[in-house]
Nanobody, 122 residues
Framework: EVRLVESGGGLVQPGGSLRLSCAASRFTFSNYAMSWVRQAPGKGLEWVSSIGSDGRTTAYDDSVKGRFTISRDNAKNTLYLQLNSLKTEDTAMYYC???????????????RGQGTQVTVSS
């Protein structure tokens, strides 16, 4: 069974930064595209970003483009999301998902880890 453990969330002021990590195990991480999705309080899941298996291709939702950066270290079986210039509307639980962008929300609805909470507030 796939194991994904997110970490790195916290409370940050608007304009601040955080780096989220997702430790992957129980599958061959380097073979799969990965994604980040998020869920704000009282709202549905929202796709944030995806990265190809070799890290060369990335994609972002327009709401985070230019502020967030997705990356991966296949040697460490770890996915990252660098969050810069954070806004209050970025407040959400963030989840990593073993999926490319086009199926990320479907996969996340079926199964996701515990997530890591990002709260942006002054």
């Amino acid at each position: 069974e796939v194991r994904l453990v997110e970490s790195g969330g916290g409370l940050v002021q608007p304009g601040g930064s955080l780096r989220l990590s997702c430790a992957a195990s129980r599958f061959t991480f380097s073979n799969y595209a990965m994604s980040w999705v998020r869920q704000a309080p009282g709202k549905g899941l929202e796709w944030v970003s995806s990265i190809g298996s070799d890290g060369r291709t990335t994609a972002y939702d327009d709401s985070v483009k230019g502020r967030f950066t997705i990356s991966r270290d296949n040697a460490k079986n770890t996915l990252y999301l660098q969050l810069n210039s954070l806004k209050t509307e970025d407040t959400a639980m963030y989840y990593c998902v073993k999926s490319p962008s086009n199926t990320a929300l479907t996969v996340a609805r079926e199964s996701r880890g515990q997530g890591t909470q990002v709260t942006v507030s002054s």
